[in-house]
């Protein structure tokens, strides 16, 4: 069975410096990885993901996240935290070579970012 | 391109009903899948449909049901509310493959009394 854990429910950084979300996961085979920001009373909204091929992805606002098989981790950073980046934060893998293939991911609890003036 | 929309946003239910959720996936995605998110047990996969033949399930109790009609909107029903119930759920629709990413709805906050 996988399993995402995200280190610290929640992150205060002050506007302007670097983000750094944790995530680390669990999966027998390497799994599909991604990053969603949560705003209040919204869902989702996929930052960026891991499939395959380069290590270092970018996503949108400014944010990209490294795989690093041997340290089996995918942490999610930013170089200048903006106001408008406070949110939740979530890291989440998805299950290669489900019987009948499919989509199911599974949700690391999930990081508060603050980001204060 | 419309997002996923889900219905109704807001549902206020009482102990021992009944309750059917929508959601209308984004145009030409036939994958639909379901969570639930609670602040106690976080983000959890009930189950997803596909081509109206549902294709995974997580580890819910049987009073969590759906079904995907022919144009890929999907239904999930929960029976015999329990307080426990109480939660956001959030409907998220992909194309086909696994790697795909997953476009999720706003949700429907489900209050149990």
């Known amino acids: 069975a996988q399993s995402v854990t995200q280190l610290g429910s929640h992150v205060s950084v002050s506007e302007g410096a670097l983000v750094l979300l944790r995530c680390n996961y669990s999966?027998?085979?390497?799994?599909?990885l991604f990053w969603y920001v949560q705003y209040p009373n919204q869902g989702l909204q996929l930052l960026l993901k891991?499939?395959?091929?380069?290590?270092l992805v970018k996503g949108i606002n400014g944010f990209e996240a490294e795989f690093k098989k041997s340290e089996t981790s995918f942490h999610l950073t930013k170089p200048s935290a903006h106001m408008s980046d406070a949110a939740e934060y979530f890291c989440?893998?998805?299950?290669?070579?489900?019987?009948?293939?499919?989509?199911?991911?599974?949700f690391g609890t999930g990081t508060q970012l603050k980001v204060e003036l | 391109k419309a997002g996923v929309t889900q219905t109704p946003r807001y549902l206020i239910k009482t102990r021992g009903q009944q309750v059917t959720l929508s959601c209308s996936p984004i145009?030409?995605?036939?994958?639909v899948s379901w969570y639930q998110q609670t602040p106690g047990q976080g983000l959890q996969f009930l189950f997803e449909?596909?081509?109206?033949?549902?294709?995974n399930k997580g580890n819910f109790p049987g009073r969590f049901s759906g079904r995907q009609f022919s144009n890929s909107r999907s239904e999930m029903n929960v029976s015999t509310l329990e307080l426990g119930d109480s939660a956001l759920y959030l409907c998220?629709?992909?194309?086909?493959?696994?790697?795909?990413?997953?476009?999720f709805g706003p949700g429907t906050r489900l209050t149990v009394l």
């Open positions: 999966s027998s085979v390497p799994p599909y």
């Open positions: 145009s030409g995605h036939r994958s």
């Open positions: 891991y499939t395959t091929g380069a290590t």
């Open positions: 998220a629709s992909s194309l086909e493959q696994t790697y795909n990413e997953q476009f």
């Open positions: 989440a893998v998805s299950e290669r070579g489900l019987t009948g293939g499919g989509n199911k991911l599974t």
């Open positions: 449909y596909f081509s109206e033949t549902q294709r």
